[in-house]
């Protein structure tokens, strides 16, 4: 079982289910930041701060910081930019910690959809 701790709750359903992809056969517990994880396999266990003031996330037993950033806090505070950068990034550090990609997600963290999928929707006047 993979463990990651969260400090935001809020956030644990994109949480859960980015990591979920990029271990399917897994499972995934998300729990809140302070509870004490140790699952006593070889899983890697993850911890996401997810603040306003910055964004990090590490590989909690190698303590292996895979994402440090401070996002730009000097706009109107926008809920949605900030949660989508947030999966942005733990897409990014979970891309590079397995050496996987997953190239449907980018479609949609980054909010494009595919013209092959709206073409027959269209045809169908569903748009």
């Given at each position: 079982?993979?463990?990651?701790?969260?400090?935001?709750?809020?956030?644990?359903?994109?949480?859960?289910?980015?990591?979920?992809?990029?271990?399917?056969?897994?499972?995934?517990?998300?729990?809140?930041?302070?509870e004490?994880?140790?699952?006593?396999?070889?899983?890697?266990?993850?911890?996401?701060?997810?603040?306003?003031?910055?964004?990090?996330?590490?590989?909690?037993?190698?303590?292996?910081?895979l994402?440090?950033y401070?996002?730009?806090?000097?706009?109107?505070?926008?809920?949605?930019?900030?949660?989508?950068?947030?999966?942005?990034?733990?897409?990014?550090?979970?891309?590079?910690?397995?050496?996987?990609?997953?190239?449907?997600?980018?479609?949609?963290?980054?909010?494009c959809i595919?013209?092959?999928?709206?073409?027959?929707?269209?045809?169908?006047?569903?748009?």
């Open positions: 079982m993979i463990y990651v701790k969260l400090n935001d709750e809020s956030y644990s359903y994109d949480i859960h289910s980015l990591i979920k992809a990029f271990y399917p056969d897994t499972d995934v517990r998300v729990v809140p930041y302070e004490d994880i140790h699952s006593g396999d070889d899983a890697p266990e993850f911890s996401v701060y997810a603040g306003h003031e910055k964004i990090r996330i590490t590989e909690s037993v190698s303590g292996r910081v994402c440090d401070e996002p730009d806090t000097s706009g109107p505070d926008n809920r949605a930019e900030y949660k989508s950068e947030l999966k942005r990034r733990l897409y990014t550090a979970m891309a590079e910690y397995t050496g996987r990609e997953l190239p449907w997600i980018m479609t949609l963290l980054s909010g595919s013209i092959s999928i709206l073409h027959p929707k269209r045809k169908r006047d569903w748009l």
